[in-house]
């Protein structure tokens, strides 16, 4: 009898997955506009909206923000990739600048949106303390010269708690502080979660529905695979634990954001 209740409750999760992302893909548009307080976004056409994704390494993109490129691209917004480093720790930079491309090639960023950043004072580094005075000058003339409606990056635990990755949250949240952020442009943080939660695979989805978030994304199947597809295009980076992490990390299937409260415009610093 037990094993025909532990049936049912499995099936009834899975029925509950499914809902779930029926009715965000329902209600994703809303959603984002909600997120980047901007009303009059055509339903069928978000070909007007423009996002950052600001990452430290080649390979965030499709680790941590798969589930967001591929959806804002589904939605024919305008994605763009700022990369601070070109991820030459083993010496690697040049081919894992390609496998950048190629990855998000699969993700649907054309490489013609996407900006490499190498930087003697930006090494991808553990153990570096990237300047935030310097990460914010890179971060705030590109958005100037693109005029983003949204930008989202990590937050500050950085998902993997890499010192590259905080130190590009500290430098977006000094531009929200000190009022150097549009007035049309939302600054978004990827939420870090638990290690339990952050390898439970999709199973993790209706806890992340649950909670309270600013904005979600989430992949169906189709979704993953094509996420699963950039990551094997860091072949460099493909140790047996990236294997596990593809197949077990819900950061492959969902991603949720919080807002970076904004300061007064303006604002001097003394």
């Known amino acids: 009898m037990s094993i025909y209740l532990l049936f049912s409750i499995l099936v009834s999760y899975l029925v509950w997955i499914k809902c779930i992302y029926c009715r965000h893909r329902r209600t994703l548009v809303k959603s984002l506009k909600r997120a980047i307080n901007v009303s009059s976004i055509n339903e069928t056409n978000n070909s007007g909206i423009k996002a950052l994704i600001v990452t430290a390494h080649p390979d965030d993109e499709c680790m941590f923000f798969a589930p967001t490129i591929i959806r804002l691209s589904e939605l024919n917004v305008s994605v763009h990739l700022l990369c601070l480093s070109e991820g030459n720790y083993y010496n690697q930079g040049p ?3 390609k ?9 649907g960023i054309p490489t013609s949106r996407v900006t490499i950043v190498d930087h003697k004072n930006l090494p991808d580094d553990p153990k570096a303390e990237w300047s935030v005075s310097l990460v914010s000058a890179v971060i705030v003339k590109h ?3 693109h005029s983003f409606n949204m930008v989202l990056t990590f937050d500050g635990r950085g998902v993997s708690g890499h ?3 905080i130190a ?6 000094h531009l929200a502080y000190t009022g150097q952020v549009p007035n049309d442009c939302s600054l978004l943080s990827l939420v870090t979660v638990g290690l339990l939660r952050k390898y439970f ?3 993790e989805l209706p806890i992340s529905w ?5 904005l979600c994304f989430i992949t169906g199947s189709q979704g993953y695979s094509q996420a699963k597809a950039a990551m ?4 460099t980076q493909l140790l047996w634990f990236r294997y596990l992490y593809i197949v077990f990390s819900r950061y492959m299937f969902v991603n949720t954001f919080e807002l970076i409260s904004q300061g007064p415009k303006n604002l001097k610093i003394y």
Do not use: Y
């Open 232 to 235: 094997l295009c860091h072949r």
């Open 163 to 165: 010192a590259n990755h």
């Open 95 to 97: 081919d894992r600048q």
């Open 99 to 107: 496998e950048l491309l190629n990855s998000c090639a699969v993700l």
């Open 210 to 214: 649950l909670l309270p978030s600013h």
């Open 143 to 145: 958005m100037r010269a």
């Open 168 to 173: 590009i949250h500290k430098a977006v949240s």
């Open 201 to 203: 695979s999709f199973l």
